[in-house]
């Protein structure tokens, strides 16, 4: 049974700061991913969770104990490397029983162990390869199998998908999240790709420069970003952001940027001070097949299932709206186009935080 | 059909661009083999003179392939019984068989190749994981190859043969030297390969990713489990070639041999240099059997490694 | 799981030797023992030697006396070793040889190595047999090059025609001649390092991006315009690292000089590390011997300061990717 918490966790390397003060409850059986940029202290604040760099300030519980100065080995935890670090001159069973044999298990048990997490992985036919003679997939899952034949309370994963391909990669989804399932461990998941933490995260930590920007459910961050960053990360396109002022016509608020005046609904807008903002919208939340506001088309990007249009208006300030792939657009099409004022986001235009 | 000038021209000028290629190449090849039949020569000299009978050995003109074969050179230096009769012939006093100085040759190399290799690796290792001491160590390489062997021989003589002796009396109350012994050769020996093992083994240890370490020690691996279990296993392959390197320097290395051995203890070239001196009568087919047995191993051994020889030669200042 | 894990653990940090490996595998311990080791072990064989020698060169020290009854004497053996002409001569020639063998190796090897690059049948018989000679050990070579230039040697033989129409005695004894045997002595060094130059210059050829030399092609350069404009540019750092690792290792010649010549005739082929050598092992002037060498250290210092920071800024463009 583990939970960890992290409490103002600080890591410096030098003179610049890779996490700066993190503090953070990992609940027991938990998927957390935590999400950012690269460079954004992510692994940093994985690795003092391994063990494997030391925090310069706070501490780190694991369970009911502070694992502060406990060696990597002896926290309980598995860990999923990035480029996997399956050993090269073993073959896949010694590379799974390693860590038993550091225990100097007996052999029988290694054995049986080694093939039971060989089993529930669908690897048994590879154990007696070596590592370079696995295919991608393969490999991440003699990776995984190593990390479970140990038992680890938390498994730790630095980004363990980045070295497959697209299909293999949704496909692993799927089967880590079912793995998840299965152990009922914790799991603490580092990752750059917002679709990979949207998709199987209970809950998201998204980091920038060092700093929790936010945490909650993928659907929570998807649909009330904190912050414009937490914002425009997540969502395939990225979303739209308009410069501009609020001010209010008959007591209503209105949202004005250039040409666009867009009356927004007044709740929304009840704390808001500072009347430089910078409003947010998906481009699902664009309509460009009626509406008061005029464009022009000028790239279309057919997705399948929709479309992207891009399309500019007023002084060459440019929108993505994503519309039904039935609706007809070539580019140079003029349009008119709506935004849906429940949707928009308004953020701080000076630190970016959330307004409405 | 007839060709008109303008479609035969190209090709003509095609056929003529090849033939002058073809020459080229013919060219190219003719100063090679000249080059490398300039190179082989002396080599092929020594092989031959190493089966030639003593009356071949200095001719006029010199016979350019021994025209009775022998192996009575490669007899007398590998004899056991230096006073049989065809040694004793031309032997004089110095005892002119090979058995002493190639003990002593491999002894002395290879202990100290392995013992370098040893320390080597371990520093090349803490150098790559922990960046300790080693900023500079780099020019400790190329400091110890330029400094001309003989500026060190002198200090080291006087060192081995007085202050060694000098501080082993006054603290141990018996006289002991390292001038002339096999400990004092592998000492230096030892120490000026290290630096080209810690390069050499540097490039390899570097080759192994960090994570395959971190990776066995949240498996609980000690460091030293780790490095007996993960990473000395992988540099493997390395070691060997940093040890034959390293083993072909030693073997080769003339004066501070010369300067600092004989009479107990003598490597092989030292042995070779021996008879040169003698101005008179010189042993030229033992000579050259000694020669040969110097060679071959070296001409094989560095073939093995021929593609990492840049590397110690070149300090890694060259792409690859 | 975890309990078993702990009694594992405390079982380890029982006995005597497991707690002291446990302490030496302890980080800011254990980064630092193969340091001391080697730090410890260059010290004691080097730079003690080192200290040790420049105590003796200000000693006055006569030959066979023992050393207990040398004292000290200031400068003298400085000023002994400067006013020598010996020192100057032998450091002149030293130049003088490196000058001569390195250029003609830079020269030689630099062809052969354009035209290895250029053929593709048979290139790695050329490599393997070119490489031969730097692997031979030096004393094996000069004894190689004695037996050549002796007077009734093949030498002297493949010369016969000619000498018979000058109508000269054909036996003629190279290694009495001084200028012939100062160009044996070079000959010997070019046979056996050419190689070296060879193997630079061959790396520094296959690492040319051949990308480059066809889109220079395509623009209508010429052959020798390619050579000139874009490939020759781009080998500078093979040319300066070939001409720095073999001018240091030139001017210690030592090996071949001791197998062919033994300085002689006279003192026509001595180098500085043959004068050295001479002054201590066969004059048996330490005292003497010690003041010269820490001058010729001095010396070098400066060489090899100066070609390692000419190496330093070649790699250092190779590596910022700039050639």
């Avoid at chain 1, 969770?49 to 080995?73: C, F, H, K, Q, W």
């Avoid at chain 1, 666009?260 to 939340?285: A, C, F, M, W, Y």
Wanted: glycine share 8%.
């Amino acid at each position: 049974m583990a939970n960890i918490r992290l409490t103002e966790l600080v890591k410096e390397f030098g003179s610049t700061v890779a996490v700066k003060g993190i503090s953070l409850d990992i609940e027991n059986g938990e998927f957390l991913i935590i999400v950012g940029p690269s460079g954004c202290g992510k692994t940093t604040t994985l690795n003092m969770i391994s063990g494997l760099e030391t925090p310069t300030a706070g501490e780190i519980m694991i369970g009911d104990r502070v694992v502060n100065d406990v060696e990597p080995g002896d926290r309980g935890l598995g860990m999923v490397f990035q480029d996997l670090a399956l050993f090269p001159h073993m073959s896949v069973f010694e590379n799974i029983a390693f860590g038993l044999r550091v225990q100097k298990m007996e052999d029988q048990e290694v054995q049986e162990r080694v093939r039971a997490a060989a089993e529930a992985l669908y690897i048994l036919p590879l154990l007696y390869k070596r590592p370079n003679q696995c295919s991608g997939g393969e490999s991440q899952r003699v990776a995984l199998a190593r990390t479970i034949v140990n038992n680890p309370d938390v498994f730790l994963m630095d980004e363990p998908l980045s070295s497959l391909d697209a299909k293999l990669r949704v496909d692993m989804r799927t089967e880590l999240k079912r793995l998840h399932d299965r152990l009922k461990a914790t799991f603490v998941y580092v990752t750059h790709d917002q679709a990979e933490a949207m998709t199987m995260a209970d809950r998201i930590v998204v980091m920038n420069g060092g700093k929790v920007e936010q945490v909650g459910s993928p659907l929570d961050i998807y649909d009330t970003p904190m912050t414009q960053f937490v914002a425009g990360f997540f969502g395939m396109p990225t979303m739209n952001f308009l410069e501009g002022v609020l001010t209010s016509s008959n007591g209503d608020p209105i949202f004005k940027s250039g040409s666009l005046e867009i009356s927004l609904p007044e709740e929304s807008t009840q704390n808001i001070k500072d009347n430089k903002v910078v409003l947010g919208i998906r481009s699902e939340h664009v309509s460009v097949s009626d509406g008061a506001l005029r464009g022009q088309a000028r790239i279309i990007e057919p997705l399948g299932d929709a479309s992207l249009v891009y399309f500019e208006f007023g002084e060459e300030e440019e929108l993505v709206a994503k519309v039904s792939p039935e609706l007809r657009i070539s580019p140079g099409d003029q349009l008119m186009f709506s935004l849906q004022a429940s949707h928009c986001h308004l953020f701080d235009q000076s630190d970016g935080h959330r307004l409405n | 059909m007839v060709l008109s000038p303008d479609t035969a021209s190209p090709i003509q000028s095609k056929r003529q661009a090849m033939r002058k290629s073809r020459r080229r190449t013919i060219v190219r090849h003719t100063i090679l083999i000249l080059w490398g039949l300039l190179i082989m020569f002396p080599i092929y000299w020594m092989v031959q003179t190493s089966f030639k009978d003593s009356g071949e050995w200095v001719t006029w003109p010199p016979n350019w392939v021994p025209h009775s074969p022998t192996l009575q050179n490669y007899g007398q230096i590998f004899t056991f019984d230096i006073t049989k009769e065809g040694v004793a012939r031309q032997a004089t006093e110095q005892p002119f068989n090979i058995w002493g100085a190639l003990g002593d040759s491999v002894l002395i190399c290879t202990l100290s190749a392995l013992i370098a290799l040893f320390m080597g690796t371990f520093l090349a290792y803490a150098i790559s994981r922990f960046n300790v001491g080693g900023s500079k160590f780099r020019h400790s390489v190329l400091i110890i190859r330029m400094i001309p062997p003989i500026v060190i021989a002198i200090p080291l003589l006087m060192y081995y043969a007085i202050m060694v002796p000098l501080a082993a009396e006054t603290v141990l109350g018996t006289r002991i030297s390292l001038f002339d012994t096999r400990v004092g050769m592998s000492l230096l020996y030892i120490t000026i390969t290290l630096p080209f093992v810690i390069w050499m083994m540097l490039t390899f240890i570097e080759e192994v990713p960090y994570s395959l370490e971190h990776a066995a020690r949240i498996m609980g691996a000690g460091r030293m489990y780790t490095l007996r279990r993960v990473v000395l296993p992988l540099v493997a392959s390395g070691m060997v070639v940093t040890f034959l390197f390293v083993f072909i320097l030693n073997w080769a290395e003339f004066l501070l041999a010369l300067t600092l051995t004989h009479p107990d203890v003598t490597t092989l070239p030292v042995l070779l240099n021996k008879f040169q001196s003698a101005s008179e009568g010189r042993l030229y087919g033992p000579q050259a059997a000694i020669g040969t047995i110097i060679t071959i191993p070296v001409i094989v051994l560095g073939m093995i490694i021929q593609k990492h020889l840049i590397k110690g030669f070149s300090f890694g200042t060259i792409r690859k | 799981m975890n309990e078993r894990v702990t009694t594992v653990a405390d079982l380890r940090k029982d006995g005597i030797t497991a707690r002291f490996s446990a302490w030496l595998s302890q980080e800011r311990i254990f980064r630092w023992i193969p340091f001391v080791m080697v730090e410890g072990m260059i010290i004691c064989v080097l730079i003690i030697p080192f200290i040790l020698t420049i105590y003796i060169s200000f000693l006055r020290w006569r030959a066979n006396r023992p050393f207990e009854q040398a004292y000290l004497d200031g400068f003298r053996n400085y000023e002994a070793v400067l006013s020598d002409p010996g020192f100057w001569l032998s450091l002149g020639r030293t130049f003088y040889f490196a000058g001569s063998a390195v250029i003609l190796e830079l020269i030689i090897g630099f062809i052969l190595a354009m035209l290895v690059h250029r053929i593709v049948a048979g290139r790695r018989i050329y490599i393997t047999i070119f490489l031969i000679p730097m692997m031979v050990v030096p004393v094996v070579a000069g004894y190689n090059f004695s037996m050549i230039y002796l007077d009734s040697g093949p030498l002297n033989e493949l010369l016969w025609p000619l000498t018979s129409l000058l109508g000269i005695n054909p036996r003629i004894r190279w290694l009495s001649n001084p200028l012939a045997a100062q160009w044996a002595i070079i000959l010997a060094d070019i046979w056996q390092w050419t190689s070296l130059t060879f193997l630079i210059f061959l790396s520094g050829f296959s690492a040319l991006p051949p990308q480059l030399i066809n889109a220079a092609r395509i623009m209508g350069a010429s052959r020798a315009q390619v050579f000139l404009w874009v490939e020759l540019p781009l080998l500078k750092p093979a040319i300066v690292i070939a001409i720095v690792i073999r001018s240091m290792e030139a001017l210690k010649m030592f090996d071949p000089i001791i197998l062919l010549t033994y300085g002689g005739p006279g003192t026509s082929t001595q180098t500085i590390a043959y004068y050295l050598w001479e002054q201590v092992w066969q004059f048996n002037k330490f005292a003497y011997g010690a003041a010269a060498s820490i001058l010729v250290l001095i010396l070098f210092s400066v060489l090899i300061f100066v070609g390692i920071y000419l190496l330093g800024r070649q790699s250092e463009a190779v590596e910022r990717g700039e050639v």
